[in-house]
């Protein structure tokens, strides 16, 4: 059985610093592994996706995560955090390997102080 | 071009009676998504076309959930008898086909409030 794991339920970065939102996954083959935002009272926004090949994702709004298969981790980074970066942010997985549905975690909601 | 789109924006309802929801996907997606957004928690799947082949089914939570489409366009989610336990974001999502690589394109939800 798949599953993904958002640890933190908020994570709070004043603004100019770098923020990670942490991201575990499970899956009995090879993950594909997506990034998405919430805004408020607005829907799912797809962000980045890791399919193969390099480890490091570059998505929207210069935001970065990183695939690491030895951790099982799929870790949302920015380098510089913004006030309008503030969301809900979902990571998501899906095996490769089979007919299965995409799962969604249960979301890290982000806060960046001015 | 034209996203996702979901009507009505909100809905509330006496509990016992039946809503219906609907979703206009975007154009030439082959692959529509159904999913429910508690307060304060994840996406939980409920149920998913994918062109002309039979839909999987396996997120409905009860028999009083049911979904259509026609073809590869609008669909409607139809929760009959509603409990307050159905009061939550209900969102849609489009992909231009179900393969595991593809992202998903969300509408703006539905938030039920069943009173």
């Known amino acids: 059985a798949q599953s993904v794991a958002q640890p933190e339920d908020q994570v709070n970065v004043a603004e100019g610093n770098p923020l990670t939102v942490k991201c575990t996954y499970s899956?009995?083959?090879?993950?594909?592994l997506f990034w998405y935002v919430q805004y408020p009272n607005r829907g799912l926004q797809f962000l980045l996706k890791?399919?193969?090949?390099?480890?490091l994702v570059k998505g929207s709004y210069g935001f970065e995560a990183e695939f690491n298969k030895s951790q099982t981790s799929f870790h949302l980074k920015k380098p510089s955090a913004l006030v309008s970066d503030s969301a809900l942010y979902f990571c998501?997985?899906?095996?490769?390997?089979?007919?299965?549905?995409?799962?969604f975690g249960s979301g890290t909601r982000l806060s960046i102080r001015p | 071009g034209a996203g996702v789109s979901q009507s009505p924006s909100n809905k509330v309802t006496e509990k016992g009676k039946d809503v219906e929801l609907r979703c206009d996907p975007i154009?030439?997606?082959?692959?529509l998504y159904w999913y429910r957004q508690r307060l304060g928690q994840g996406l939980e799947f409920l149920i998913y076309f994918q062109g002309n082949s039979a839909p999987d089914k396996s997120g409905l939570p009860s028999d009083r959930f049911s979904a259509e489409r026609t073809g590869e366009s609008v669909s409607t989610l139809t929760i009959q008898r509603t409990q307050q336990e159905d009061s939550a974001v209900y969102l849609c999502?489009?992909?231009?086909?179900?393969?595991?690589?593809?992202?998903?394109?969300f509408g703006p939800g539905t938030r039920l409030t069943v009173t």
């Open positions: 154009s030439g997606h082959t692959a």
């Open positions: 890791y399919i193969t090949g390099d480890n």
């Open positions: 999502a489009s992909s231009r086909r179900d393969s595991p690589s593809t992202e998903q394109y």
């Open positions: 899956v009995s083959g090879n993950p594909y």
């Open positions: 998501a997985v899906r095996d490769v390997s089979s007919a299965s549905k995409i799962i």
